[in-house]
């Protein structure tokens, strides 16, 4: 069964500040895996899609890198802003078409 | 991208009510996704609304309890059946999209407590 974790839960960095957000998965049989971010009130937004037989993948200060073999993935912020404050979730697609989440990380950015 | 309505964004419920929750999507869907996410958990998918068919429930989800219509290719509901505490969640409908429909997206959710 398909378990999807990520660390740490939560984080507080000062602006500017490059970061990096975990995501692990237990079965490396993935379809893709997608980094969504999720702000109050407002549902999920996609970030990032990467499919199975990619690396990474790469929008404006965002970057999310894939290693099927050892079951993680990481998305890397850039020059963090108070803006980026929301949580980010990871999600794997499995073979089946069957989409798993993790719990999210809480990222706060403070000015 | 899909642009994606939900209502009611939020409601507070009396245990043993139920509840209607729709999604309207701005293009025609063959596939929308239901999701629950309890507070403090990931998401998890409750059932896939095919039109013109039944849902598809996962594991641990009946129909009996969360039943779903979708009448057309841009609209469907989901109903929370005689509600109990342990259903205040935040209720979400997705719709895949993008190339391969791989990418999701998801309205903004309804809130849900019950007393």
């Known amino acids: 069964k398909q378990e999807v974790t990520q660390i740490p839960a939560a984080l507080s960095v000062p602006e500017g500040e490059n970061l990096v957000l975990n995501c692990s998965f237990t079965?490396?049989?993935?379809?893709?895996l997608q980094w969504f971010r999720q702000d109050p009130g407002k549902g999920l937004t996609s970030l990032l899609l990467?499919?199975?037989?990619?690396r990474e993948q790469t929008s404006g200060r965002l970057n999310a890198s894939l290693d099927k073999s050892s079951g993680r993935s990481t998305l890397y912020i850039a020059a963090s802003q108070p803006g980026d404050s929301a949580t980010y979730l990871c999600?794997?697609?499995?073979?089946?078409?069957?989409?798993?989440f993790g719990q999210g990380t809480e990222l706060s950015v403070k000015p | 991208s899909a642009v994606i309505s939900q209502k009611p964004s939020r409601d507070i419920c009396q245990r043993g009510t139920s509840l209607t929750i729709q999604c309207q999507v701005d293009s025609q869907v063959t596939m929308m996704f239901w999701y629950r996410q309890q507070p403090g958990q990931s998401l998890t998918l409750i059932a896939t609304a095919n039109q013109g068919s039944e849902a598809t429930y996962e594991s641990g989800f009946v129909i009996d309890k969360f039943p779903i219509s979708r009448p057309n290719l841009t609209f469907s509901t989901l109903t929370v059946s005689n509600m109990s505490p342990e259903d205040s969640s935040i209720y979400l409908c997705s719709v895949a999209g993008g190339p391969g429909a791989n990418v999701l997206t998801f309205g903004a959710g309804s809130r849900l407590t019950v007393l």
């Open positions: 990467i499919q199975s037989s990619q």
């Open positions: 999600a794997v697609k499995n073979q089946g078409g069957k989409l798993i």
């Open positions: 079965d490396s049989a993935i379809y893709n």
